[in-house]
């Protein structure tokens, strides 16, 4: 069982489509990223929610628009993708805090994306 | 900026066997910390031991320990009496805190286990 639940798992879209990606823990958790990952490649960073606030926005085009309404939730919502888009996003969150800034990801299941 | 190498892009053993796979690491941060993930076919990234970098002492969660080696930027993991349920991609990752909580990966090894 993962503690970090992505929906959907799955996900087909066509370029001019509109859809979000969402991530959910409860482990009280207040920092919150996103990965991409590629096949047979590492995950690659793309954002940071730090306390409900974006701290780190690594280059990620604007097609991606990530969203943090709260504490326990984050969004990627997606617009005019690309095929190249294609692949796993992961989500993860670790405290944040005082002694815990070196503290280990905990990573979701990911959604495997498709665009066409 | 930081840099992992893990130069074992696939590695294959037979189950009960000790295996060692190698990392190595290059960052100007002075305050750091690495970690090991495993990566099943069931895609959730899993940690698997971390080390910090001012401890010189090696980690080590049961079966599986560390060799670090801070001078010659050098994080090995070791895999003792492995088991079927250890085949997986394994990423070397470093840590930093740069505003945030950045992780930076190797590029993995397929690690198999033969029964």
């Known amino acids: 069982d993962t503690e970090v639940t992505q929906t959907p798992k799955h996900l087909v879209m066509g370029m001019t489509n509109k859809k979000s990606l969402k991530c959910e823990q409860h482990?009280?958790?207040?920092?919150m990223y996103w990965y991409k990952q590629k096949a047979k490649k590492p995950p690659e960073l793309m954002f940071v929610?730090?306390?409900?606030?974006l701290s780190i926005n690594e280059s990620v085009p604007s097609r991606f628009s990530p969203e943090c309404p709260n504490s326990s939730l984050l969004n990627l919502h997606l617009h005019a993708l690309q095929p190249e888009d294609s692949a796993l996003y992961l989500c993860?969150?670790?405290?944040w805090g005082p002694g815990s800034y070196n503290s280990p990801l905990h990573f979701g299941n990911g959604t495997r994306l498709t665009v066409t | 900026a930081q840099t992992v190498t893990q130069s074992q892009p696939e590695m294959s053993v037979q189950e009960a066997e000790t295996v060692t796979l190698s990392c190595t690491y290059d960052?100007?941060?002075?305050?750091?910390?690495l970690f090991w993930y495993k990566q099943p076919p069931s895609r959730q990234m899993i940690l698997v031991i971390r080390?910090?970098?001012?401890?010189?002492q090696n980690a080590t969660e049961n079966r599986f320990s560390v060799n670090f080696q801070k001078a010659a930027k050098s994080f090995s993991l070791k895999i003792s009496d492995s088991q079927l349920g250890d085949t997986a991609m394994y990423f070397c990752?470093?840590?930093?805190?740069?505003?945030?909580?950045?992780?930076?990966f190797g590029q993995g090894t397929r690690l198999t286990i033969n029964p």
């Open positions: 993860a969150s670790s405290p």
């Open positions: 960052t100007s941060e002075s305050n750091y910390y």
């Open positions: 080390q910090e970098a001012y401890k010189q």
């Open positions: 990752a470093l840590g930093v805190i740069q505003g945030a909580q950045k992780l930076v």
């Open positions: 482990m009280g958790h207040r920092a």
């Open positions: 929610y730090s306390y409900e606030k």
